[in-house]
């Protein structure tokens, strides 16, 4: 492939602002591993703790139900890591890893993370914000799941999308085309649903897809119908 | 009230296996209050970022929509903290606080606690650790609300209080009887639904109410009928 590997941890979040040789220091305890498009970096039954930094592509944090119905739960860059729960309490993988475009990781033992963390409060801190951040994003969800019908979960999903593009004034560029079954996945509603909800919209002349953006034309309008069902 | 006021941050979890020293410095930094029941500690639209250490009964973290529905996330215990997102983070606060028994708790600004983490990289892993539990609660929670019909989530809340209460064998007796209304929004459904599960669960033999407690004769079964529906 034209993408070269990247093998460095200079552009990790977490690692911002440390100097060369910590740096080095720290890459010298990882390992390296490229993963093709869906290929499964970590499968929820794994053994290993091990943590990983992200530092090409992107993957995806999805879990399945007994009967096969996929929830997804996050999507993660370049700059990003995964892995770290179970590196930092020994507990079994909560979710699987998937890779969604060609990826680079470098992974790290359970026990060299935590030397880290013991070694460098300031990566500490900023990996406590990031989980933080985690929560307050689960505590979304959740709510929705609880207090909104699937399709206002729909809208909610199509506005968070909006806010993340491009935006101009109350108009924004959804680039690409968000696909239906993506969507039914992080907001845990089926496909069908999806697509009617969105034909629905399009018959409102409230999105309108154009080649392979999505525009929405009045988000004010969407964020009302997110917030006028939320609750029953 | 007959309890004294428990001024001392011994039995707090993550300050575990510090010296005396070290607890009456951080101790030092705190500001003491108690609060009696159904009292508010922290609303969603507070300003204040500081973190908060329970030495004294149980609070409760709850959230509503705009419609007013009640959904409850935790009950957090004598010994643990809350209010560590928007003092690690500085955004706003994620969901209310409010005492459930008389409380007391200790306070800490923002500023104090970064730096007690940045100073004691011990007491923040021990933090990390609780954060990566709750973030396994809430997929947990995610994947139920996303794959478990209603009744099912019942099921799954009386198993996991039963597993948290005297098991012996397939028996487990829950103490006190837990309230129709706090089941359900513990699990995101109606008390008029909880109400019923009970009553088909009684009428099948599962659960049995005696005075103030409730005996599960068979957590087998009930396990069995959790996972039966998993992922309509």
């Not at 392979?212 to 309008?221: G, P, Q, R, V, Y």
Request: proline share 3%; hydrophobic share 40%.
């Amino acid at each position: 492939m034209a993408d070269t590997d990247q093998r460095s941890l200079a552009d990790i979040t977490i690692f911002s602002d440390l100097d060369a040789d910590t740096l080095s220091d720290i890459e010298a305890r990882c390992r390296w591993r490229n993963y093709a498009p869906q290929e499964q970096i970590i499968d929820f039954q794994d053994e290993s703790k091990d943590v990983f930094f992200v530092t090409r592509g992107t993957v995806r944090v999805v879990n399945y139900s007994i009967s096969g119905r996929e929830v997804t739960f996050d999507d993660i860059q370049a700059g990003q890591i995964f892995g770290e729960l179970a590196a930092l309490d020994g507990e079994r993988r909560s979710a699987n890893i998937v890779a969604i475009t060609p990826t680079t990781v470098a992974s790290m033992s359970p026990a060299a993370f935590q030397d880290m963390l013991l070694a460098k409060p300031d990566i500490a801190l900023r990996l406590m914000r990031r989980l933080a951040r985690i929560i307050r994003i689960s505590v979304e969800r959740i709510m929705d799941l609880s207090t909104l019908g699937a399709n206002n979960r729909v809208y909610a999903e199509i506005l968070r999308l909006a806010k993340k593009s491009d935006q101009e004034g109350d108009r924004a560029i959804i680039s690409p085309v968000p696909i239906h079954g993506e969507i039914a996945s992080r907001v845990s509603t089926t496909r069908e649903t999806v697509a009617r909800v969105m034909s629905d919209l399009a018959r409102k002349g409230l999105v309108k897809r154009k080649g392979n953006i999505l525009e929405i034309s009045d988000l004010t309008i969407l964020q009302d119908m997110v917030e006028e069902f939320r609750g029953d």
